[in-house]
């Protein structure tokens, strides 16, 4: 978050005056030998963390240079559809992270479902909030729009893998339960409603507590990288401010989102569990991708028969009603 402090501050910092020191990449390096600690510790008690660490690392690098330098010519670009690709590409990668590396149990239209829930949360909160908080005018104003979404998406990705793993958990352990509960005439929202609670709950509760010891016992990175950058402290502590309960908004409308449609997924519309529909096992990127074209077309042709059967339904009400009308006629006589 200090490297998105440093961007919304943009220009506005007084560089002349706050003595910043140019660091290169020996200074990166140094810093690495703080992940010895890690894998040192690690390698002590067995935890098996090594491995992870070090491609943790790895990408750290990796994918902040490659951030520093795309922003850069963002920014200096200045153009409202360059931000709001940039917007999409952010939230295609957080559905991805989601997804492929922080969820062991899926469901069939997961990444649809992710996809919508942040984009709705993130652009509904981030262009409002940006707007108006912020007082950015226009809202899309690259040097803040960009690290506020990159902030929002962040937090909400935590949020949406804890919610969604609790909820497929909870559908999968509990379903006979949840059959018990269907069995005696509850619909799929009441028999599943403790599961979707308990999940926004256990989703919320993160950010409920950094916002408690945010400033007394925590300084942010945010705050601190805009006062790195030359801000006025008590200008960072409002920026901050507003970040967090955009964070807070964001997170529990895409939480919202993501558990009802995994609830209504795992519970049909006819008020049946469905178990078989949540998948064990981290997914494979390579195999969803060959299966692309297939689910594709079965969504075509769904939608298709969608529209059949609606067709259908309408021409018999019409039938239904001339023949009524017909048979009545007498009687009216």
Same mark, same amino acid.
């Given at each position: 978050?200090?490297?998105?402090?440093?961007?919304?501050?943009?220009? !506005?910092? *007084?560089?002349?005056? *706050? !003595?910043?020191?140019?660091? @290169?990449?020996? *200074?990166?390096?140094?810093?690495?030998?703080?992940? $010895? $600690? *890690?894998?040192?510790?690690?390698?002590?008690?067995?935890?098996?963390?090594? =491995?992870?660490?070090?491609?943790?690392?790895?990408?750290?690098? $990796?994918?902040?240079?490659?951030?520093?330098?795309v922003l850069e010519d963002v920014f200096q670009a200045k153009h409202p559809a360059i931000v709001i690709l940039m917007t999409m590409i952010l939230i295609l990668l957080g559905c991805y992270e989601i997804i492929y590396n922080k969820s062991n149990k899926t469901f069939r239209g997961m990444f649809l479902t992710c996809l919508c829930s942040m984009t709705m949360s993130t652009l509904l909160v981030g262009i409002i909030g940006s707007r108006y908080a912020m007082a950015q005018d226009p809202f899309w104003t690259p040097e803040k729009f960009i690290p506020t979404t990159g902030m929002l998406l962040? !937090?909400?990705?935590?949020?949406?893998?804890?919610?969604?793993?609790?909820?497929?958990?909870?559908?999968?352990?509990?379903?006979?339960?949840?059959?018990?509960?269907?069995?005696?005439?509850?619909?799929?929202?009441?028999?599943?409603?403790s599961v979707a609670t308990e999940s926004v709950r256990l989703a919320m509760l993160p950010t409920i507590n950094q916002m408690s010891v945010i400033g007394l016992i925590a300084i942010p990175g945010m705050m601190t990288g805009q006062i790195m950058g030359g801000a006025s402290v008590l200008q960072a502590a409002r920026y901050q401010q507003i970040i967090m309960f955009m964070i807070s908004a964001s997170t529990a409308l895409a939480v919202l989102t993501a558990v009802v449609t995994c609830v209504t997924t795992i519970i049909d519309a006819e008020h049946r569990i469905r178990p078989?529909?949540?998948?064990?096992?981290?997914?494979?990127?390579?195999?969803?991708?060959?299966?692309?074209?297939?689910? @594709?077309?079965?969504?075509?042709?769904?939608?298709?028969?969608?529209?059949?059967?609606?067709? =259908?339904?309408?021409?018999?009400?019409?039938d239904s009603d001339s023949e009524t009308s017909t048979e009545r006629t007498p009687l009216l006589n």
């Open positions: 978050m200090d490297v998105l402090g440093f961007a919304m501050q943009g220009e !506005n910092g *007084n560089h002349g005056d *706050n !003595n910043m020191v140019e660091l @290169t990449w020996w *200074n990166v390096g140094f810093a690495s030998l703080f992940i $010895v $600690v *890690n894998l040192i510790m690690s390698s002590i008690l067995g935890l098996g963390l090594e =491995k992870s660490l070090l491609i943790s690392a790895i990408r750290c690098v $990796v994918q902040l240079t490659i951030m520093g330098f962040g !937090n909400l990705m935590s949020g949406m893998a804890v919610a969604i793993g609790s909820c497929l958990s909870s559908l999968s352990d509990g379903h006979e339960k949840i059959e018990t509960y269907l069995s005696y005439g509850a619909t799929r929202w009441e028999a599943g409603l078989e529909r949540i998948l064990q096992g981290r997914p494979s990127l390579w195999k969803d991708i060959k299966l692309l074209p297939k689910r @594709t077309w079965e969504g075509v042709h769904w939608c298709i028969m969608c529209c059949g059967r609606f067709q =259908k339904t309408h021409k018999i009400w019409d």
